[in-house]
């Protein structure tokens, strides 16, 4: 959650930032499908803390030219070692298959990148006013979208939308399976 | 006295003005999906205190010795996860002796004080202050989150009790109500919207 919230100030940090997180959740999610089962509980935190943060931390050599952006984003680098999906994916949930672990751990980040993106696209255009750094002319500007609390707004305002458009589709899913169950007893 | 005040101004800027929820959203997840008591979240707060306050300690002198090193950005952060791990077991062994375990903490508790830890230390670090400020600044630190996290509690308990839209239920109006509390608490210490 952090990392979506006050990172995400321009796309470019907020793409950087999926990739961080994505090194740090899919290496561990699968190491955890193939070991997890051998390493004791009481060190299994430590152990795959200890994966995740080598993985960023090795990403952030190879990104190491983008001095601005990295400053930018501050203690998060590290920190995303410790997310959410990492926790999930290696500890509570370990999944029994690597190939399950890695197709979960990509479509969690797919899914993370999704957000970020657009959040750290709006919040840069219409509060920096810029895209990619480029200066663009926004109809609005909204200065106060680059502090952290717009971005607790924003992520709530977007689950709100989220959840009904979801319930919008099941709704819709499940009158159209009670209407064909409805024809198929008629029809008996 | 002037190190009195000095402290005190390490302990207020620590808690309040650079508080990790309000100011950096470190903890919000956990807070949203976990948080079951205040005392639970005091005694989060106290793990974190204790860990990320020991913790500080030998890697600020790292710092002092290996600060100026090229490759110091990268091994403090690999230092810093596995000196809180070691803290961390130490801790567990220490009150498991002492009888105070009832029954272990769960992963997923465990991973959030892990982070805020994490986040506390390598905080300090950065902020480059001297030893006693910066074991301060964690303990301040420490406590702002802990506070932070109780005034969060208590309104998810009271919207709990309101009638919401469905879609704003849970995690979205407990978004909101942060993201408000964070303006006002911007808003306090001084700052204005940017113009």
């Known amino acids: 959650m952090p990392f979506v919230i006050v990172p995400t100030l321009s796309l470019r940090a907020g793409l950087l930032m999926s990739a961080f997180l994505a090194a740090a959740t899919i290496p561990s999610a699968v190491l955890a499908s193939l070991v997890g089962r051998k390493i004791p509980p009481l060190f299994s935190l430590p152990f795959y803390g200890a994966v995740s943060t080598g993985c960023v931390l090795l990403l952030r050599f190879c990104v190491s030219g983008q001095a601005l952006l990295l400053e930018d984003l501050g203690v998060y680098v590290p920190l995303a070692a410790f997310n959410g999906m990492m926790l999930e994916l290696a500890l509570v949930h370990p999944r029994r298959r690597a190939s399950d672990a890695l197709h979960d751990a990509v479509m969690m980040c797919f899914g993370f990148l999704l957000v970020a993106a657009f959040l750290s696209a709006l919040r840069e255009f219409l509060g920096s006013g810029s895209l990619w750094g480029v200066p663009l002319t926004a109809p609005i500007r909204i200065r106060g979208l680059v502090l952290p609390f717009s971005g607790f707004i924003l992520i709530g305002f977007l689950s709100a939308l989220f959840r009904r458009v979801d319930s919008i589709i099941i709704g819709r899913m499940l009158r159209a399976s009670r209407r064909t169950a409805k024809q198929g007893g008629d029809a008996v | ?195």
């Not at chain 2, 991973?111 to 964690?138: D, E, N």
């Not at chain 2, 932070?148 to 239920?169: T, Y």
Request: aromatic share 8%; hydrophobic share 55%.
């Open chain 2, 1 to 195: 006295m002037n190190l009195i005040v000095s402290m005190l101004a390490v302990l207020v800027s620590s808690a309040v003005i650079e508080n990790l929820l309000f100011a950096r959203a470190i903890g919000a997840d956990h807070i949203l999906r976990q948080t079951r008591s205040y005392r639970f979240i005091i005694e989060f707060g106290l793990g974190a205190a204790v860990i990320s306050g020991v913790t500080v300690m030998p890697l600020w002198w790292l710092s002092q010795t290996f600060g100026r090193e090229s490759w110091w950005n990268y091994a403090r952060s690999m230092a810093a996860v596995l000196l809180i791990a070691v803290v961390s077991l130490l801790l567990t062994i220490a009150m498991a002796a002492a009888g105070r375990i009832q029954r272990p903490m769960r992963l997923v508790d465990q991973g959030a004080v892990y982070s805020a830890s994490l986040a506390i230390v390598l905080l300090s670090l950065t902020a480059k202050m001297a030893f006693l400020p910066s074991v301060l600044y964690c303990f301040g630190a420490s406590a702002g989150l802990a506070a932070a996290m109780i005034l969060v509690h208590a309104g998810r308990e009271r919207l709990e009790l309101c009638v919401l839209p469905r879609s704003f239920e849970g995690l979205p109006i407990t978004m909101i109500y942060i993201g408000i509390l964070s303006l006002a608490i911007y808003g306090l210490i001084g700052h204005q919207l940017p113009t």
